[in-house]
């Protein structure tokens, strides 16, 4: 996790790298810093806690330079505290580094510093980097050795990249070349962006793109140094590369709140449109049954199709969740076999080898590092095998810059624009709109659905955008008057079966991370087997119960928590008398199909996590202990 960012050109870095820092503080907000160079000394500003923190703390203080680097911090070692707070610098502050990730060796590369007299402040791994160039720029200086193709510090981070094991993004500062910004990356995102006379580097794109549109994504063993006359990038092994900047599309990128009081109220109101868009980008609304073409254009290469024999998804928290609904309805439409791994499990056990088998990684962000490492470790486990074993990847993303697109032979991109509090959720809604893409595009090319249901399904699917918005529009006040009653609530129950099943866990995910009520999700026939003893009238249950094939019985179970005095919420279709008997307060949407529900089902309980959460007056979007990208294992 970590945001960073670094500039160098003709402007006052200060404030763009502040401005920058407001664009990644979605990667973490335990502390953030920055530091410049001037008058030959680094300038280091440092606040613990959000930005505004920091941003307080330089009212009034002078911040010149016209390099500097950024940092809005998750912590991984050492407390959230100032000292442990980036950027951070030598002992002989003449070298700072900004860093994203984990440096696994750096017990054994602080323990050598310290032989050779070096003392150290923080608890951090990143310390020992400024630590380390500085040794090597001292070392380099004793022996008179001199680097010809690039600088000195360069070349000492060159050397000090290639000593450290993990996960890193790094940006370096030395007052000694005070014209020089340089860069590393080894699993962790840094995308370079190239302007008039000035050059910038962060964790990700939206930090840059108000100066430029010209930009390169850095590929992992790769470092760079940015000068105020261009960008130069290397290997780790000091071989140059020429790589051309890509313009990014003028996409509009709104970072604003729009007049909601989050952005995650504000997200969940977008989710009608994003389903249209997703439905716009993949599906022919005007299919019938009497069509001969495939109502489904994801653009993937035929390759993924080819004798297609199971399905291996990975992801992690609400996009595993949404793969829990992505594999039911592949094999129940398309009748593929399709197994949903946590991507932080299934690289330490890997299920055994299997022929002809699609890989699809989901991952909103697509710099999930769980998901990234499960994806590369079997991108090379498969990699030796013959044919039907060789690897065929396919990625679900909202971001189609990202690592993952990269790894991937492919991707379905979700359309969901860019989503800032850190609780999913139109991203959700947009990756089971692409998983719906996905079932219906194999159903067709396996015949497995008629044609009759195909078009009813297709039909159905676009009436969901306004079947959203209804629910939209007339429950939100009610639900936010019932999560009134639940500010002081210690544990909530979620049940449902089947399809609805992964909603449940959904919705306590949604409440747990925003509102930090213990809430557990469960399979509503499961409840039987143990957690129906956690049940007494102080646990609330919420059961979403949509008419299909497991309707009855997620009735029957939310009578058996009722009879241990639970009070019960129930998800239902709207006017249902039988519900209105059974449940206490009714959540009610639009009455679809039951294949369909999940679209609708997760809307109100993303409403009463919201509510509950803006009740308890806690910080919504940026939920404490949490970042929106986990870019560390
Ligand atoms: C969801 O509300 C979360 N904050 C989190 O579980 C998230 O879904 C998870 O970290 C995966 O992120 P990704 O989709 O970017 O890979």
């Known amino acids: 996790m970590c945001g960073i960012v670094g500039y160098i050109g003709t402007q006052a870095a200060s404030g763009i790298l502040l401005e920058g820092l407001r664009k ?6 335990d502390s953030a810093g920055i530091a410049t160079i001037w008058e030959g000394k680094i300038q280091r500003v440092r606040a613990k806690g959000k930005l505004h923190n920091l ?9 010149p330079g016209q390099v500097g680097i950024g940092h809005t911090r998750w912590a991984t070692h050492g407390k959230p505290e100032e000292h442990n707070a980036h950027p951070h610098a030598d002992m002989a502050q003449r070298v ?7 440096i696994e060796n750096y017990r054994e590369l602080r323990e050598e510093l310290k032989q050779l007299g070096y003392e150290f402040v923080t608890e951090t791994d990143t310390e020992v980097i400024p630590n380390l160039v500085a040794e090597c720029l001292n070392q380099m200086q004793r022996s008179g050795e001199s680097e010809q193709y690039y600088s000195p510090f360069t070349e000492a ?9 993990g996960a890193f993004a790094i940006v370096f500062l030395c007052v000694d070349y005070p014209d020089e910004i340089v ?7 840094l995308v370079l962006g190239f302007g008039q006379g000035e050059f910038f580097c962060a964790s990700d794109i939206p930090a840059i793109l108000p100066y430029t549109r010209a930009i390169v994504p850095l590929e992992n063993g790769e470092m760079a140094t940015l000068t105020p006359l261009g960008i130069e990038i290397y290997t780790f092994a000091g071989n140059r590369l020429k790589k051309h900047p890509h313009l990014l599309a003028s996409t509009s990128l709104t970072m604003e709140k729009q007049g909601f009081k989050h952005f995650m109220l504000k997200e969940i109101y977008e989710q009608p449109s994003v389903v249209r868009t997703g439905l716009e980008a993949y599906i022919n609304r005007h299919w019938t049954s009497e069509s001969t073409s495939n109502p489904i254009s994801l653009g993937l290469p035929p390759e993924i199709y080819t004798d297609l024999e199971q399905i291996q ?9 949404a793969s829990l609904i992505g594999k039911y309805l592949l094999e129940q439409l398309a009748q593929v076999p399709s197994q949903v791994h946590y991507a932080s499990e299934f690289r330490y056990a890997p299920p055994p080898l299997t022929a002809s088998t699609l890989i699809v990684g989901v991952t909103q962000s697509g710099e999930t590092a769980d998901t990234l490492s499960a994806i590369t470790m079997e991108k090379q486990r498969r990699a030796n095998q013959s044919a039907p074993f060789r690897p065929r990847l396919l990625g679900i993303t909202n971001r189609m810059q990202s690592s993952l697109t990269r790894l991937m032979d492919c991707a379905i991109d979700i359309h969901a624009g860019i989503e800032i509090g850190v609780a999913a959720t139109k991203t959700f809604t947009a990756q089971l709109v692409a998983f719906y893409c996905l079932a219906i595009d194999l159903a067709y090319r396996r015949h497995t659905l008629s044609p009759t249901q195909l078009e009813q399904l297709i039909q159905q699917l676009w009436q969901l955008p306004a079947q959203i918005e209804s629910i939209l529009e007339t429950q939100e006040r009610q639900i936010e008057e019932l999560a009134h009653e639940f500010a002081e609530t210690q544990d909530f129950i979620f049940i449902g079966r089947g399809i609805n099943y992964p909603i449940a866990l959904e919705g306590a995910l949604k409440l747990k991370e925003i509102s930090y009520i213990h809430a557990e999700g469960y399979p509503a026939g499961e409840m039987k087997h143990g957690p129906i003893a956690l049940l007494d009238a102080k646990v609330p249950v919420v059961a979403i119960a949509m008419p299909g094939s497991v309707y009855e019985k997620v009735l029957s179970n939310a009578q058996e928590a009722k009879a241990r005095d639970a009070r019960l919420i129930g998800v239902t279709p709207i006017n249902d008398a039988h519900a209105a008997e059974i449940f206490d307060d009714l959540l009610p949407v639009p009455n679809v199909e039951e294949w369909l529900s999940p679209l609708l089902t997760v809307i109100p309980l993303q409403f009463l996590a919201y509510h509950i959460a803006a009740r308890r007056g806690l910080d919504v979007d940026q939920p404490r202990n949490l970042a929106k990208s986990v870019t560390v294992e």
């Open 55 to 63: 941003q307080s703390k330089l009212i009034g203080q002078e911040m």
């Open 313 to 321: 998804i990975v992801a992690c928290g609400t996009s595993w969740h």
């Open 157 to 165: 981070v060159r050397r000090v990249v290639n000593r450290l094991d």
């Open 96 to 102: 700072a580094v900004v860093q994203n990730g984990i």
């Open 24 to 29: 990644l503080e979605y990667r973490g907000y």
């Open 183 to 189: 860069v590393a990356r080894q699993q962790a995102p």
